[in-house]
């Protein structure tokens, strides 16, 4: 489990637990976050919603809609060269 899939008996792809636990801890603390941080749990979440679109519901079943907008917004203003 190098990239954070696994498979199931049938043999589609999953996310691993170690990916979710991550992607959950750090939106139990995303107000804290700084921008670099809340960019990377932004893409930790787009990537795992590739992969298990159910995640998703789950999060915000779990976590309220408003905290898992906030997760997934990042300040990506600083990324641009000018």
Do not use: C, W
Request: without cysteine; charged residues 25%.
């Amino acid at each position: 489990m190098v990239t954070g899939i696994v498979l199931a008996p049938d043999g589609h792809a999953l996310l691993g637990r170690d990916v979710k636990r991550k992607i959950r801890a750090q939106i139990h603390r995303v107000e804290s976050l700084n921008n670099k941080q809340r960019q990377s749990l932004a893409g930790l979440i787009a990537y795992a919603i590739g992969i298990d679109p159910d995640f998703l519901n789950a999060l915000i079943l779990k976590y309220g809609i408003a905290k898992i907008t906030l997760a997934r917004t990042a300040d990506f203003t600083r990324l641009i060269v000018r």
